[in-house]
């Protein structure tokens, strides 16, 4: 079985619960670019803006705990995780989102009750972007 998860519902949960904007675009099968424009209003120079972006790259979930791999182009891209993080502090403050050796993310999906509850009915075979969504498939326990 599939679920399909189009990225706007998780551009507007995630808009709904800090305020801000990001934008979420296919890379390949595997990895979704995240997006994130900060614009800011300087006396004498005016509006300035300045996209970040990362590429996250599906690693597995083992055990409720959701593996990402990051990247970018960016130097300094662990001052930009951590910035990325902070958009939604919340779920930095509930231990739901860390940041692991190596670059790894680890969302710790047991934390979210909803998702937690699901995944003791359900095994998650493979997790995959196309565009504009992201494909789980999954078989009932």
């Known amino acids: 079985m599939q679920l399909l998860i189009p990225f706007t ?20 099968g595997k990895t979704v670019k995240v997006g994130y424009r900060i614009q800011k209003r300087i006396p ?8 970040f972006s990362l590429n996250l790259t599906y690693k597995g979930l083992v055990n409720e705990v959701l593996k990402l791999s990051y990247s970018a182009d960016a130097v ?7 910035g ?32 937690h ?9 493979d997790i995959r972007f196309q565009e504009g969504m992201a494909v789980a498939d999954f078989h009932i326990k």
């Open 9 to 28: 519902e998780s551009t507007d949960l995630i808009k709904t619960k800090s305020g801000q904007n990001i934008n979420l675009s296919t890379v390949d």
């Open 44 to 51: 004498i120079l005016g509006d300035i803006s300045k996209e």
């Open 76 to 82: 300094g891209i662990d001052l930009i995780i951590k």
């Open 84 to 115: 990325l993080l902070a958009i939604v502090s919340s779920l930095v403050e509930q231990k739901v989102v860390e940041i692991g050796e190596n670059n790894l993310l680890l969302v710790h999906l047991d934390k979210i009750e909803n998702v």
């Open 117 to 125: 509850k699901a995944l003791q009915q359900i095994d998650v075979e």
